[in-house]
């Protein structure tokens, strides 16, 4: 989730994430962030394994709002790392996405 998606989701919570050790996919949805004005999904952009949930952002959900770069959700190991990772860009690459 992005900075920008953070700022337009005021008061986001968390609604579910995937459990350790699951396998990510980008279907089917990994997480929900909901807000008072919209819930919207997060995909993960790599498969794997997730080694790592952050329990703390799904005990204090508004760490979101707060850094959206330092809230991180989970940690994976990557399963196909060469074939998903040109899923991945940078931040430049993102501003310029969003214009």
């Known amino acids: 989730i992005s900075f920008v998606d953070v700022e337009g989701l005021e008061g986001a919570e968390l609604e579910q994430v995937t459990m350790d050790g699951d396998e990510p ?4 949805i990994d ?3 909901e807000s008072s004005k919209a819930v919207g999904d997060i995909y993960s952009p790599v498969s794997g394994t997730v080694t790592e949930l952050n329990t703390k952002l799904m005990d204090e959900p508004e760490k979101i709002n707060e850094d959206a770069f330092t809230a991180w959700l989970y940690k994976i190991e990557p399963s196909n790392w060469d074939a998903d990772k040109g899923n991945l860009i940078d931040e430049s690459a993102y501003n310029a996405f969003i214009g």
């Not at 996919?25 to 089917?28: M, R, V, W």
């Open 25 to 28: 996919t980008s279907d089917p």
């Open 31 to 33: 997480c929900t962030v």
